[in-house]
């Protein structure tokens, strides 16, 4: 497709298993974050490959003819129907088998053939419950699909020909304020971007989440939902979020009841999870985790009037930028203070990062920085040998205790690497 933004960032993870039959490539995230556009790169490089076009099968399950498939003999019938006769390998695109009963008992006999290569996509994690993978005979890569980042927000906008405010840091806060969805940069008001992604959270209810028996009560799912995107970022206490609810639809809800509807935004993406680490034993704990939106349009979507929090915001989209990038993330615990991210890259190395928007070392009467301590006396706790930074949106970069101090947008907007 000549007119398709290409996401480098997946592509080359990708890349190397397109003509693998022993391996599913299985595309995961929220709705709209661009898997569907993913496969159509996929499937443009293979034929600028010379694949023949009759050995792309494409079944896209949220359309025409093959909407009503619900089970893995239909969907069986559907790949014979467009396979019969195929010599070669036959490169298998199905998009959106979330909904697809026993789907596995499908990929199994693909794999078993020898000669599929299959990409599917979900937006809904119950596909990679144990239940479900346990009984797949083939190997599978998940690939975890993220809403653009900062340096693909901007690329994006180039090849729209969008206009692109000369000062970065001016780009950077639209970025935050209109969310990352790839179809947002088609949108010229604020308020359109808006109604995108609130259209975006209304689909997610209406397909992946109105059927789900562990949903009892859509007025509990909407308070739970608009509480947790309100509260974003932030180190969530289940017993003030009970209190809350309380007083809004005057009904005390269990713990347990406020787990299963939190984890059900887990399993369709609105939020992620953030569990907390002990630094010293790197041991997850229990409570108080932190939820981040996959994409920060949803504060506005619930809200057009939420006014912009720096932190909290700059946090969610180094979150996402981490995650984009395959480290592994956690909140830090060290004593009684608190680091913002631990992570963990792809060689099991880790580091740390505390976010803020400016550090101030303005000095008090004793000539010390009391807040500029604040940040940096967690970090300064940890007694390992680890790589720890500061990320923000000073221009004017410091030095102190071997902490690196990074400019957050120039960082993303150069893709650079923790």
Wanted: overall charge negative.
């Amino acid at each position: 497709m000549d007119n398709l933004y290409v996401r480098e960032l997946y592509l080359e993870k990708i890349r190397e298993y397109y003509d693998s039959t022993g391996i599913i490539k299985i595309l995961t995230g929220v709705k709209g974050c661009g898997k569907s556009c993913i496969l159509e790169m996929i499937i443009d490089e293979l034929r600028s490959q010379s694949v023949p076009n009759e050995n792309i099968i494409e079944i896209n399950l949220d359309k025409r003819p093959y909407k009503g498939i619900k089970n893995s003999e239909q969907l069986l019938k559907a790949i014979a129907d467009k396979t019969r006769g195929l010599e070669g390998t036959r490169y298998l695109f199905i998009d959106n088998i979330s909904h697809v009963k026993d789907y596995e008992d499908a990929m199994n006999i693909c794999y078993e053939d020898g000669r599929y290569s299959v990409f599917i996509t979900a937006s809904n994690r119950y596909i990679l419950r144990p239940e479900h993978v346990k009984k797949l005979i083939a190997h599978y890569i998940e690939y975890e699909i993220y809403t653009l980042t900062f340096s693909e927000y901007l690329d994006m906008k180039k090849f729209y020909d969008k206009k692109i405010s000369r000062n970065h840091q001016e780009e950077f806060i639209k970025y935050m304020m209109e969310g990352s969805f790839p179809k947002v940069v088609r949108y010229d008001l604020l308020d359109g971007q808006h109604s995108y992604a609130k259209g975006v959270l209304e689909d997610i209810y209406e397909q992946e989440v109105r059927h789900n028996k562990r949903i009892k009560n859509k007025e509990m799912f909407d308070a739970i939902k608009e509480y947790i995107i309100r509260n974003f970022a932030t180190t969530i206490s289940i017993k003030d979020m009970q209190e809350s609810l309380h007083r809004r639809l005057g009904i005390s809800i269990r713990k347990e009841t406020l787990y299963n509807y939190l984890g059900v935004l887990e399993d369709v993406y609105i939020v992620n999870k953030c569990s907390r680490v002990d630094i010293g034993d790197k041991r997850f704990l229990k409570g108080k985790e932190r939820y981040y939106l996959s994409d920060l349009s949803f504060y506005y979507a619930i809200d057009m009037y939420n006014t912009l929090d720096y932190e909290t915001s700059l946090q969610n989209v180094v979150y996402n930028y981490a995650k984009a990038n395959d480290y592994t993330v956690g909140v830090g615990k060290i004593g009684s203070l608190q680091v913002d991210f631990i992570m963990q890259d792809v060689n099991m190395d880790y580091l740390y990062v505390q976010v803020v928007r400016y550090i101030n070392n303005k000095v008090d009467e004793n000539w010390e920085h009391p807040e500029e301590d604040i940040e940096y006396e967690p970090l300064e706790k940890i007694h390992d040998y680890y790589p720890k930074y500061i990320m923000s949106l000073d221009k004017l970069l410091r030095k102190r205790s071997g902490i690196k101090h990074r400019n957050v947008f120039e960082f993303m907007e150069n893709g650079q690497m923790f």
